[in-house]
């Protein structure tokens, strides 16, 4: 009776507001997560590309050294995917943190902890969303181009601005969610395990 009680009662938490805000940022982190991924995959390639031409080169002297915009894009790429797949990180659990404090006491402190953190993690990631979003707009407005490829910088820097507004939703989310008693983690969004 006790654990149909507690079923029922999971169900009712799941249905409720703050499940719906959970939801939200799983979303948009699961969909942060897989452009970080492709953002990963156009790295590699555009890393194995330079690779490539710098070894024709030695042997075909009139071969390009590389792409031109191999260093330029690689930086995008690599603060992309950072940015992209933090959200999804946090909420999956494979975040650094200090475990001891969580396991103090026998974990009877680890709920309090946990909404420190994400206060903290609000209180940072919040600002920083909003100022890479004033930042891009200010860019933008200028007409700002890269001096290498003359890349617009605006779209590089909303890749950024959109990464760390996906942070900034799932960690109040956490917090949201860290304040009604609910599981904070869910290892299986995961793409491999904290020991890994």
């Not at 260093?71 to 940015?83: Q, V």
């Not at 709920?111 to 933008?140: C, K, N």
Request: glycine content about 10%; some cysteine; overall charge neutral.
């Amino acid at each position: 009776m006790a654990g149909e009680q507690h079923v029922a009662s999971e169900a009712v938490a799941e249905r409720g507001a703050v499940a719906a805000l959970q939801r939200a940022a799983d979303f948009a982190s699961l969909v942060a997560a897989w452009l970080a991924g492709l953002c990963v995959l156009g790295l590699t390639l555009l890393v194995l590309i330079d690779t490539a031409m710098a070894l024709i080169s030695r042997y075909v002297p009139s071969f390009p050294t590389g792409t031109g915009i191999g260093w330029e894009y690689s930086a995008y790429l690599m603060g992309a995917a950072f940015l992209l797949g933090s959200g999804m990180t946090l909420r999956a659990g494979l975040q650094l943190r200090v475990e001891l404090l969580l396991s103090m006491g026998k974990g009877r402190y680890a709920r309090m902890f946990e909404i420190f953190a994400a206060i903290l993690g609000s209180v940072v990631t919040l600002p920083l969303a909003v100022w890479l979003a004033q930042f891009t707009h200010r860019t933008w407005s200028y007409g700002e181009v890269s001096q290498d490829s003359f890349t617009p910088l605006w779209i590089p820097q909303l890749v950024l601005t959109i990464g760390a507004a996906v942070l900034a939703l799932q960690m109040v989310a956490r917090l949201v969610t860290a304040i009604s008693g609910n599981t904070v983690d869910k290892p299986s969004l995961g793409a491999a395990s904290a020991i890994e």
